[in-house]
């Protein structure tokens, strides 16, 4: 559902998403004005692949996954979107469908600024501008990489050389994923089946590779994990 009237706590969110929170309060309370909420459960479509895009979106709280489906009728998942982030810019921008579609992968809330504004937004804001296209950069570079994993003939090794894309380096120098995906969120973004995904998994924790750990996932042999996607019998 969708609804208008910003609270103060809202506002707050706003100024924690990167692209809004250089602006000053003036400028970012009139675009609240604009702008609708929208609250999404675990499943729903957010956006549909095809549709007519209207409006810029932002992540307040919960997750959204960025999903293609193929000619065959197959989903492909990519990226996923945390609080922060704003989806659906590039079709505010050339006015043309939309490029994707994107499911909520739990509840979720959705700030929604109409095109008009979100581009006056990006003409009048050079620092907004700027950062619209480092993220169109990396979006390509990212693109690039999943496309590359997606080529690889093995599914075993396109789940190796998926956890070995999302890991980071958090605080005291582990090497997590956090959150850890779901197994089918994960299967969708590499084109195969939950079960190859638990299967890749438990070969992995098997060998001390990972272990999991509440909603992460722990990297104890990065250098293993890495050669494991060019190796079967690491």
């Known amino acids: 559902m969708a609804h208008n009237g910003f609270t103060e706590d809202t506002l707050a969110l706003l100024q924690r998403i990167p692209l809004l929170s250089g602006l000053e309060s003036p400028v970012l309370e009139r675009i609240a004005a604009f702008m609708h909420l ?50 659906g810019e590039l079709s505010v921008i050339d006015g043309l469908p939309r490029t994707a579609s994107v499911v909520a992968t739990e509840s979720s809330q959705i700030a929604a600024l109409p095109r008009a504004q979100a581009l006056e937004l990006f003409y009048h804001q050079p620092k907004v501008a700027e950062h619209v296209m480092n993220r169109m950069a990396h979006a390509i570079r990212v693109a690039s990489d999943y496309r590359s994993i997606l080529a690889i003939p093995n599914a075993f090794q396109r789940v190796y050389a998926l956890l070995h894309k999302m890991k980071t380096l958090a605080p005291g120098g582990l090497i997590v994923i956090e959150p850890l995906p779901t197994q089918q969120a994960m299967a969708i973004m590499i084109n195969t089946s939950r079960e190859t995904v638990s299967r890749a998994m438990h070969t992995l924790q098997k060998k001390g590779v990972v272990e999991k750990d509440l909603k992460r996932l722990l990297i104890r042999k990065p250098d293993v994990l890495q050669r494991a996607i060019s190796h079967l019998d690491f």
């Open 38 to 87: 929208r609250s999404v459960g675990r499943g729903q479509w957010v956006l549909h692949k095809g549709k007519a895009g209207d409006q810029l979106l932002f992540l307040l709280t919960g997750q959204l996954q960025v999903v293609d489906v193929t000619e065959d009728g197959r989903e492909v998942g990519f990226n996923f979107l945390k609080p922060g982030d704003y989806f």
